[in-house]
């Protein structure tokens, strides 16, 4: 399978606790995208890197949050000390910038990871 | 910023209706639009996509038609099947780069027999 993949799948953790997830995108995919989801709600965004740069960050990204890709390959995002707010199923998609010179092409979503806060 | 409004579910068709998911959006310029479809258990996957008006995205039998000037993006499908169960999401992002997505909140269609 050559599609993109997010580990765990599933997590459940106590309060307070750290937890990380991580996403190894398609190969050769610059950009690298996280987005949360909650039951009922479209995915949200919040942040992307292309390559090993991290370009933007949504404000839902507390400090709590961090996410890196250091050799541009693989990512990882962390929440530390997790809140009950934080059950949600995060979603992890790349994408090449450009195919055939054309901007907004497909992003490739993953299974997501589906976090509980208990 | 950029929104997406989508019409709230559930949809429940028999097999072989007529469907039709609106989506309407706002955003500065001119974005590029999507549907995403979710089935069971499965992760998002690009149904459609155009990104200039007029422009008529396909795929599957499903079609939406980029109207600018009503900001709209509506799906449609002649003949549903009981496989086309699925949550839909309506998306867009920033025109001219190949930035993050704002999505609708889904809906979810259900085809019965």
């Known amino acids: 399978d050559t599609g993109v993949s997010q580990n765990p799948r599933h997590k459940i953790t106590k309060r307070g606790q750290n937890v990380t997830f991580r996403c190894d995108p398609i190969?050769?995919?610059?950009?690298l995208y996280w987005y949360r989801q909650t039951l009922g709600q479209g995915p949200e965004f919040l942040t992307y890197f292309q390559n090993e740069a991290q370009l933007e960050k949504s404000r839902l990204l507390s400090d709590r949050f961090s996410a890196e890709r250091p050799k541009g390959s693989f990512s990882t995002l962390e929440i530390q000390r997790t809140e009950q707010g934080d059950s949600a199923m995060y979603l992890c998609?790349?994408?090449?910038?450009?195919?055939?010179?054309?901007?907004?092409?497909?992003?490739?979503f993953g299974q997501g990871t589906r976090l509980t806060v208990v | 910023g950029d929104s997406v409004t989508q019409m709230e579910g559930p949809v429940t068709l028999s097999e072989e209706a007529f469907l039709t998911i609106n989506c309407t959006y706002t955003?500065?310029?001119?974005?590029?639009l999507f549907w995403y479809v979710q089935y069971p258990g499965e992760g998002l996957q690009l149904l459609l996509k155009a990104t200039k008006a007029d422009d008529k995205g396909s795929n599957k039998g499903f079609e939406a038609t980029y109207r600018k000037e009503t900001t709209s993006f509506h799906l449609e499908k002649g003949s549903v099947q009981v496989s086309d169960s699925a949550v839909y999401f309506c998306a867009l992002s920033e025109a001219g780069t190949a930035s993050k997505l704002t999505f609708g909140t889904g809906t979810r269609l259900q085809v019965t027999l």
């Open positions: 998609a790349s994408s090449p910038v450009q195919n055939r010179g054309h901007w907004n092409t497909e992003a490739f």
């Open positions: 955003a500065t310029g001119y974005p590029s």
């Open positions: 190969s050769e995919h610059n950009r």
